[in-house]
């Protein structure tokens, strides 16, 4: 075979190879178009009784009847819309999309999928179960914190804050031990979820070895006002030996705002603690709102580091006249020229927030 | 009964939410953006707004900012849906002149119970 021939019978072969490619491609495209519209279809059917379930006045069993008699085609292309209102609606409405997934045994398949070889079915079936509020898969998603799969493990972490379990705050915040197994803000979700309940256990890892868990348990207990935690706060913002965990701990009783934070606070802003510690305290103390931190905060005006002495500013915008009073005199200079640049830089913010900023002079 | 105006770019809720306010009775203009909110607001003269604080290129708070700034529609009552983790959101709402807010996961029977309060309150 010539050098010419060999070129055209690769060109031929390569031409039909390109075609063979295009007819499928058009081919699968047109099937899917067809298999959307047929799933959009079949959903529309189904959607009033879905609407009638979740957002109906009257007895919800009929619409129940209805959807949970659908054939699984039917049933297919309605599932992504109520598994969305799932996670969407509360009361009657969440309850009555519960019955049903129960009574299509969605809650019976979504348990077994939670131990399939695939991460995907194992991260869907951990989905629903959280949607569904499913107290009994607790344990079994507890066991997924520690599957191989990453995104399986933060499913299986937010599904555990959905359902609200107390007995998944401690396995919760054991995920963030030894390097995290789950990411730091999606912990802090779910236990902010279960709230209260978690509290005994945010307490006792006030105390953990690892400073990531002692850090998250110092943050959510002022995010979920666990204000009889406010002791052990205060004692952690003193002598834990992380200034991170210290950090938070500042952050919290600024949260919490009992009398007890307000002290701790103002001690925390002595030049004995670290400058992260001190700056967070001068800001958790304008949290608080407390006109008593006021003689502390003005104090620490001409501190030589900027943002300790920058929050302590900022806090004093937030702390009405006796504050505004305070500011005016320093920006006059009876604390220095340092202390003076702060204290203008904050009564500039009160006058922005008041709309009550003097116009600049037209140019001449 | 009222006109309300519902911008939800999230079409399974925006159906729920029609379906529950057309059932108490009430007219329900759906869109799916904060740019079409703004023209329905316009021309449709509705009694009260529902925004979603989270939808694409233009946010609830920033439609609500708009129609506040206009005459026609610096009066109207303006509930903000928004989602549990937005909560922070609430405080931008409000101050943008928001009267109410609801966050998801909400129950349809609340949601029509707070838009039935907020447009008794704003009529009287």
């Not at chain 1, 409405?93 to 299509?104: C, G, I, N, P, Y």
């Not at chain 1, 804050?161 to 802090?188: H, M, W, Y």
């Not at chain 1, 959510?220 to 666990?226: A, P, Q």
Request: aromatic share 2%; net charge positive; proline share 6%.
């Amino acid at each position: 075979m010539s050098t010419a021939d060999l070129v055209s019978v690769t060109l031929a072969l390569l031409l039909y190879a390109v075609s063979m490619l295009g007819a499928v491609i058009v081919t699968g495209r047109i099937v899917r178009r067809r298999r959307d519209r047929r799933d959009a279809r079949l959903a529309a059917e189904a959607r009033p009784h879905l609407l009638e379930l979740t957002g109906g006045d009257a007895d919800i069993d009929e619409p129940l009847r209805r959807l949970a008699a659908l054939d699984r085609r039917r049933w297919k292309a309605v599932q992504p819309s109520a598994t969305s209102l799932l996670g969407k609606v509360s009361g009657h409405a969440h309850a009555a999309l519960v019955r049903l997934f129960e009574e299509r045994g969605i809650a019976r398949d979504a348990l077994r999928d939670l131990t399939r070889r695939g991460a995907v079915r194992r991260a869907a079936a951990a989905h629903v179960l959280g949607l569904m509020h499913h107290a009994e898969a607790v344990p079994a998603l507890v066991r997924l914190l520690s599957d191989r799969n990453p995104e399986v493990r933060a499913v299986a972490a937010r599904a555990l804050g959905q359902v609200g379990a107390p007995e998944a705050a401690g396995p919760l915040l054991e995920c963030l031990s030894g390097g995290g197994r789950v990411p730091f803000d999606l912990v802090a979700q779910s236990l902010i979820r279960i709230g209260p309940a978690a509290r005994p256990a945010l307490d006792r890892a006030l105390s953990h070895s690892d400073p990531a868990v002692r850090a998250i348990a110092a943050e959510v207990l002022g995010l979920i006002g666990s204000v009889g935690s406010v002791a052990a706060l205060v004692r952690v913002l003193s002598v834990d030996p992380s200034v991170d965990v210290r950090t938070r701990a500042a952050r919290s009783l600024g949260r919490l705002g009992t009398p007890a934070c307000l002290a701790a606070l103002t001690d925390a802003t002595g030049l004995a603690h670290p400058q992260a510690v001190r700056a967070e305290a001068a800001g958790a103390l304008g949290d608080i709102g407390a006109a008593g931190a006021v003689p502390a905060l003005r104090a620490l005006l001409p501190d030589y580091h900027y943002r300790v002495a920058h929050n302590a500013a900022m806090s004093l915008t937030r702390l009405g006249p006796p504050a505004e009073a305070a500011l005016r005199e320093v920006a006059d200079g009876t604390l220095g020229v340092r202390a003076a640049g702060h204290a203008r830089e904050a009564l500039a913010v009160l006058a922005l927030a008041e709309g009550r900023l003097p116009r600049p002079a037209p140019a001449t | 009964m009222a006109t309300i105006l519902i911008a939800e770019d999230d079409a399974d809720i925006r159906d729920l939410v029609v379906f529950k306010l057309e059932q108490s009775g009430h007219t329900v203009i759906p869109v799916g953006d904060g740019r079409s909110a703004l023209r329905m607001a316009h021309e449709q003269d509705p009694d009260i707004v529902l925004l979603d604080v989270m939808m694409p290129g233009m946010s609830g708070i920033d439609v609500c900012r708009e129609l506040r700034r206009d005459a026609q529609t610096a009066e109207l009552p303006i509930i903000l849906l928004t989602a549990r983790a937005q909560e922070s959101d609430v405080e931008n709402g409000l101050t943008a002149g928001a009267d109410d807010y609801i966050v998801k996961p909400f129950s349809p029977r609340v949601l029509a119970e707070r838009v039935q309060s907020v447009l008794t309150r704003t009529r009287a």
